[in-house]
Structure formats: C-alpha cells, structure tokens
C-alpha cells in the first residue's frame, strides 16, 4: 500500500487518457461555423477544378448539358456544407446555453473554463449529475451505526469500524483503495482526583497540585492580565475556566504563562444549554477534550510515527507542565460558590445557581484550605488505521483534491465524527458513480477516513509529516468534514483565504436545508450579513483542517452548520448520540447533512474539473492589507525595539503587482494548453506555502 501512496504522490499518470477538443461557447459559434463551411469547400476544391477541365475539353454540343451539371453539382455542394455548418452551430450553440444557465463566475478565469471537450460533460451537466446522485436516505442509519458505541483510537469497535470503512471503499471500485498505519504513543487517563483536604494535609506527591482557588472566566490572555490587575494573582494556584472562546489547549497554556499550577474546565449554563425543561446538558456532565498545543503525536514532532521508528527522545513544547481536569457544572458550582475576594467584573457573571462569582483565591471557611488536583496519565502506543480510497484524475492525477473526516470517538461522538463520516461516504458512493456514468476528471479526488482525531488530529499530521517535502506541490486542497452539522440555521466557514470565493460561488448553488427556495448565500444575505467577515473565519487549532495549511502549506476548509440562538450542547460529551442529534435538529439531520455533502462537492468539482485551478490567490493581496493596518497600530513600539514594519508594506505591494500580473497573463493565454496550465496552477498552488 505505501507504494501505491508514493506512486500517487509522485505523479504516475493514469492510463486513460483523453484527447481534449476545442468547445467554444457563445459568440464563438459563428467562427465554429465558418471554419466548417470553409474546409467543406476546399476538400472538394480539386474535384471541381476536374470537373471544369472536363467541361473544356468536351465538344460544343455539349456546353449547355455540362453547364446544367456543373450548376447542380455547385449547388449540392453548398447545400450540403449549409447544412452541415447550421447542424454544427445549433448543436454547439443549445449545449452552450445550457451550460451557462449553471455557472456563477466570480471572476474571468471561471469563465474562461465553462466550455466544453469533446467527451467531456459540461460543468452544468456535472453539477446536474453532482445533485442526482447524492442521496440521503442513508445518512441517517450511517451516523447511528458509527455512533452507536465510544470507539476510541485502538479499540476494538474503533478498528471494526475502520474495516468498515475500508470494505465499502473497496466495494465504490475506485482506482486505488488502501490502509496507512502508524504507531503513536497516545495518552488515556487513568484516575483523578480533587479535594479541598483539611489544611493539616499537606504533603503533595506524584502529579498533585495544590494551592488557592481563582475563577478566570474564559481563560483567555486578557482575562489573566485582568484578574493580575485587580490584585488576585494566578500564580501559585489553581485556576477555574468556563467552557467557550478557546479551546482546551489554549486556556491551559495560557494558565501555564500565568504562573498558575492546574486548571480546572467546566461548562456554565450561560455557553451550554442546561435547561432541564428543554434538551440539554446535564448539569453533571463534563466536557472533555484534549490539552496538546499543537496537533499529532506530541512525541514524535516533526517525524511521522511509522512502525515504531526510533527519532531522538523529544516531546512536543506544545504539552502542558501543569495538571487539567474538566469538571461538571455541579462540581464547579460547588466549588465557586465557596470562593470570597473581590466579585468578577458584570461581564464575567455566569449563570449558575447561588454563585456570586467571586475571584478568589481564598475560600470562605477562612481556614487556609486549598484546592488538591491530581490527574494520573498512561501512556500506550496504538496502532492507528487511516483509510483512503481516491480516483485518479485523467489529465493530471499527480494533482489532488483531499476530502478527509475523522472516525474515532471518546464518546459516541454522533456529531463530532460519525456525521463526517455519514457525508465522506455518501460524497465517495456518488463521485464513483459519476465517473461509471461518465464524469471525467482532470484532477484526482482523494477520500479519507483519519484515526486519533480527538487527541489533536493524530492521524491526519502523522500522514502530512510523511509527505511534507511534496505535499504542497500535489495537494490542491482539503476539506474537513468535522462536525459539520451542529445546528441546521448558520453556516460558519473556517477556510484559507484562497478557498473564500469557491464556497461563495458554491453556496449560491446550494439550497438552504431549512429554508426552501433560498440558496445559502440569499438567505444569510436576508439575515443581515455580508459575505466575508464574520462568514469566513480563520482555521482554528482544533479544526481537522488546521494542520493542512498551518504545516503543509495547502489551502483548507472546515464547514459546519450551527443553531444561531442556541448551541449544540453534547460535543465532546457522553451524551453526544445519534438521537440527541435528530431531536435538537427536529429530524432534519439528513437534509442539513446532504446540503454540506453538496456544498463540498460542488467545490470539489469545480477543482477537479476546471483547467485553472480555481484558488483566489489575488485575495492575499487584502487579507495582507488587513494585516499591515492592524500592524501600524504599533508601529510606536516596534520602532522602540529598532523594527519597522515598512518591510511588510512593500511586500504586500510587491505580492499585489506579481498576483495581477499572472492573473492577467492567464487571462490571455490558451487554456487549453496542458503545459500552459499545467505551469500556471503550479504557481497557484504554491502561494499558501510561500506564507509559511
């Protein structure tokens, strides 16, 4: 299998090829028809020359019979090639008006590949096909079969379900199905405790931590430099967040930088619905997640973890020094309730019961008791199975679009991974059916099933630190089909920048799954909001498109579905099941999950099919603008330390000419011309990399 995984990478060509032809469109037509007309009449130029010369050469009395046939051959042959040239321009024609009803450029490149090849379906027919072949009837029953248990990295109902995944990939008779494995040390707890010990017990041992009690709201930078300016400092003791803003990893980092010695996570009533009148979470719940700065094994960094492989002893910086535990709002409230010290500011006050929300660190029983927090870890190294399947692309197969979701779960995890999964495999069944009814792509499309998601995207980093000299010259993009359906109201899009303008275009395609007769984009344009900013936001650490872009340099996607008032409260949780997730959606979690599945495979086809590839690169141009405006803001302080942030202003400019310079060289060139293009979307899948 790994030589199938290098002979992809490395760019063997398929062997069905296919002659492109020249299908214009519109206006082109009427040339299409002269040229017709114009070779008819010179193929039968010399048998007419033939003809006179007889003619010549024949007795007078003959004249007026040849001069008879000579007008009827001529007018024959005009007829024949009118006929054939209207046949050909009302064929071309139809065919052009019934692709450009489809398309919504956004830009002159899009245009410039709408037209046709001689075999080739039309963009239009395509996404025709795309909507045609997707179904939900089985989505539903999948997301249940994959979460009908916890199947974490290395169990047993975890490796059933990967041969799952891997028999019914094998069973689509895509050109390439096979198993990437690897062995990586994966930490899974063993016990935990918390107490507040009489203060005549004193003695800390092993991974116990002790010291005051003090409640930093969301655990953010400017929460700890509050909290330090009010006089209560972190440092030296432990800390109590609430659930939101950050994630896990980040709020126990920024406790570490604090001085505090452990953090405690819970989830407030005011973030997660616990309502016990309505669906939501019991209030004995935790939340759990995983503590790792960074993403893959954080005992190889930098090395893929292949077969026990020795690399020198390291570990990630990004592993914490100091104990975390998430805890349940009961356990918090129990906790908070005891704190004294100054109230937390208006903007802090959370809702749980009979909880003033006090800072801390002291305790109202005076008696000098603290909080004692002990987690105890085991570390054991799992084999990890990612499944892959692709269908190689007829003109360039070195080149990939990469759809990946992750399949373990802590929990039953029906919405964290086993709709990823539901929407990985129906977009898998329905490209290979494509192909069987004749959709050919030029580039490949590469379907993946990641192991050890939850513990920071294991899986996927394992694989991008085994190919990460080439992947940015093979990889188009990826995109990440992570708890995609938490609600079925907002669309949130965590994308590349490069990657805006494609799911822009998509979402116009695309029916809202709860809102008939609205695209995606109408109905969030009739709520309010403007595309851009707020829409698309930048990847965050725990996306499973994270790693793709901020190490691999490829351009990433992460799309997810939301309820606008009201959060999905299970993640990460016990009680995050099948049935949970089609009562908060009132049934709809089909519908909402086909219109994800659609939206990715829209812009999917769009990447494989067009002959420059569709990233937005000029848009760097603005999002660099933003940057160096955020810059200037201190430029005072920069210069102070003898920088000057001039040097980020010329290179946006000088990035601005070079992008519109090969925009416009693209514009006037034959796209048609496979090394021509084959060399320009070579440029244009670099521009995420050079970023790095």
């Known amino acids: 299998h790994m030589d199938t995984v290098r002979s992809l990478l490395s760019g063997r060509r398929c062997g069905r090829g296919l002659e492109e032809g020249d299908g214009e469109e519109g206006g082109d037509c009427r040339v299409e028809m002269k040229l017709v007309e114009s070779e008819a009449e010179e193929d039968l130029e010399p048998g007419l020359t033939s003809d006179i010369t007889a003619l010549v050469l024949r007795k007078p009395r003959d004249r007026r019979r040849a001069g008879f046939y000579l007008a009827l051959i001529t007018l024959l042959i005009f007829t024949t090639a009118f006929l054939l040239g209207y046949v050909t321009f009302r064929g071309s024609c139809y065919s052009c008006e019934e692709s450009e009803g489809e398309l919504v450029p956004v830009d002159d490149s899009a245009v410039l590949d709408s037209s046709s090849e001689d075999g080739v379906l039309y963009l239009g027919e395509l996404r025709e096909m795309l909507r045609k072949y997707l179904k939900e009837e089985t989505i539903g029953s999948t997301v249940g079969h994959f979460s009908r248990m916890p199947h974490p990295p290395g169990s047993l109902e975890g490796n059933s379900l990967a041969t799952e995944v891997l028999e019914f990939f094998r069973q689509l008779k895509m050109d390439h199905t096979w198993t990437d494995s690897h062995f990586a040390n994966l930490q899974f707890p063993s016990r935990h405790t918390l107490t ?233 069944r329905t490209f290979s059916a494509m192909v069987q009814n004749g959709f050919q792509p030029r580039r490949s499309l590469l379907f993946v099933s990641w192991d050890a998601g939850d513990f920071g995207s294991v899986g996927a980093t394992e694989w991008l630190e085994g190919y990460l000299s080439m992947l940015h010259l093979k990889a188009i993009a990826y995109f990440s089909l992570d708890r995609a359906v938490l609600g079925d109201d907002k669309l949130s899009v965590y994308s590349s920048p490069l990657l805006a303008k494609l799911v822009e275009v998509a979402m116009n395609q695309v029916e809202h799954p709860k809102h008939a007769g609205q695209t995606i984009n109408s109905y969030t344009q009739s709520q309010g909001s403007s595309w851009g900013s707020p829409l698309v936001k930048p990847l965050f650490l725990n996306s499973g498109a994270y790693s793709f872009t901020a190490f691999a340099g490829v351009p990433a996607m992460e799309l997810q579905f939301t309820e606008e008032a009201r959060p999905y409260p299970f993640t990460n949780t016990p009680l995050d099941t099948a049935d949970r997730l089609q009562e908060f959606l009132q049934g709809r979690l089909p519908e909402v999950a086909l219109a994800v599945a659609e939206l990715v495979g829209q812009m999917a086809l769009r990447l494989a099919h067009d002959h420059i590839v569709p990233l937005d690169f000029p848009c760097y141009s603005e999002t660099t603008l933003q940057f160096s405006a955020q810059l200037s803001k201190y430029s005072a302080e920069l210069q102070e330390r003898g920088l000057s942030p001039h040097w980020v202003f010329t290179a946006r400019g000088d990035y601005n000419r070079a992008a519109e310079k090969l925009r416009e060289t693209i514009l006037n060139s034959d796209v048609q011309d496979d090394k021509i293009t084959r060399l320009y979307n070579m440029r244009i899948m670099r521009v995420e990399y050079y970023f790095l």
């Not at 003090?214 to 109590?240: H, K, M, T």
């Not at 054991?380 to 979701?405: H, M, R, V």
């Open 196 to 428: 507040l010990p009489s203060p005549r017990v004193s003695d800390l041992t092993g991974g116990v931590r002790g010291g005051g009690l003090v409640y930093v709201n969301y655990g953010r930078r400017e929460d700890f430099e509050l909290v330090q300016s009010l006089g209560v400092p972190a440092e030296g003791n432990v800390v109590i967040v609430r659930v939101g803003q950050l994630s896990f990893a980040e709020k126990v980092a920024n406790a570490q930088q604090a001085g505090a010695v452990g953090v405690l996570i819970y989830p407030d009533p005011a973030d997660v619905p616990q309502d016990p009148r309505r669906l939501g979470l019991d209030s004995s719940v935790a939340i759990s997640e995983h503590v790792h700065m960074g993403t893959g094994d954080p005992f190889t960094p930098g090395f893929p973890s292949f077969n026990h492989t020795q690399f020198p002893p390291t570990k990630s910086s990004g592993l914490p020094s100091i104990p975390a535990l998430p805890i349940s709002a009961n356990v918090a409230s129990k906790l908070l309730s005891q704190l004294s010290g100054p109230v937390s500011p208006r903007g802090w006050q959370g809702r749980l019961p009979y909880v003033r929300y006090a800072l801390g660190p002291g305790l109202n029983s005076g008696d000098g008791r603290q909080i004692r927090l002990g987690v105890y870890n085991s570390m054991s190294a799992i084999l990890l199975n990612n499944i892959f399947s692709s269908i190689e692309g007829y003109s360039e197969p070195d080149q990939y679009i990469i759809i990946g979701a992750q399949r373990d779960s802590w929990d039953p995890g029906a919405a964290k991974s086993a709709v990823g999964t539901a929407i990985l495999m129906e977009l898998a």
